[in-house]
T-cell receptor
Framework: DAKTTQPTSMDCAEGRAANLPCNHSTISGNEYVYWYRQIHSQGPQYIIH???NNETNEMASLIITEDRKSSTLILPHATLRDTAVYYC?????????????FGQGTTLQVKP | DGGITQSPKYLFRKEGQNVTLSCEQNLNHDAMYWYRQDPGQGLRLIYY???????QKGDIAEGYSVSREKKESFPLTVTSAQKNPTAFYLCASSIGLGLNEQFFGPGTRLTVL
């Protein structure tokens, strides 16, 4: 599975959009980009995933660059409850145990 | 409500004792996983199970054992052979292996004194 690089921490004002970047320059054609988040001392929570098209759900939007070497998770209206560590993960489609390889992630602090 | 439960939330044990962590799911998922998380680190896979009566070692299986006698249950035993057992343990399940979304339990924080 390809390695990802994320900023260690970010701040965001409550009510504003939070844009969390992720670099995955070695991503292969059959690897998907997944985002999970982990609120302190809780289990991780799935947010969204995509292959090459932009994706949106009730939680967030995922923008993947055309060359697929980077992506951005967008929380459109951040709230204090969105304060968490956000993990960007790439996963291969076939022959996969399903394990999630979490890096250091980005600690997002939403401030009032 | 469907979901995954882990018990207890906090667990304390003396060094040299085996301890079993519970994980139950009512999502009718075939696949289940155990991860370990150390402070400030990501998750590492201990064991996983694709189906009842089948399980496989993950990346850090030494000192751990599991069973999968029922679809909804996947208990993890931390044995005395595990050199550094103090950690946050997370159980997850998914419809199957591969790219399926994994649902996580609330975790058990194990402290070995």
């Amino acid at each position: 599975d390809a390695k990802t690089t994320q900023p260690t921490s970010m701040d965001c004002a409550e009510g504003r959009a939070a844009n969390l970047p992720c670099n995955h320059s070695t991503i292969s054609g059959n690897e998907y980009v997944y985002w999970y988040r982990q609120i302190h001392s809780q289990g991780p929570q799935y947010i969204i995933h995509g292959l090459k098209n932009n994706e949106t759900n009730e939680m967030a939007s995922l923008i993947i660059t055309e060359d697929r070497k980077s992506s951005t998770l967008i929380l459109p209206h951040a709230t204090l409850r969105d304060t968490a560590v956000y993990y960007c993960i790439v996963r291969v489609a076939n022959g996969n145990t399903g394990k999630l390889i979490f890096g250091q992630g980005t600690t997002l602090q939403v401030k009032p | 409500d469907g979901g995954i439960t882990q018990s207890p939330k906090y667990l304390f044990r003396k060094e040299g004792q085996n301890v079993t962590l519970s994980c139950e799911q009512n999502l009718n998922h075939d696949a289940m996983y155990w991860y370990r998380q150390d402070p400030g680190q990501g998750l590492r896979l201990i064991y996983y199970s694709q189906i009842v009566n089948d399980f496989q070692k993950g990346d850090i299986a030494e000192g751990y054992s599991v069973s999968r006698e029922k679809k909804e249950s996947f208990p993890l035993t931390v044995t005395s052979a595990q050199k550094n057992p103090t950690a946050f343990y997370l159980c997850a399940s998914s419809i199957g292996l591969g790219l399926n979304e994994q649902f996580f339990g609330p975790g058990t924080r194990l402290t070995v004194l």
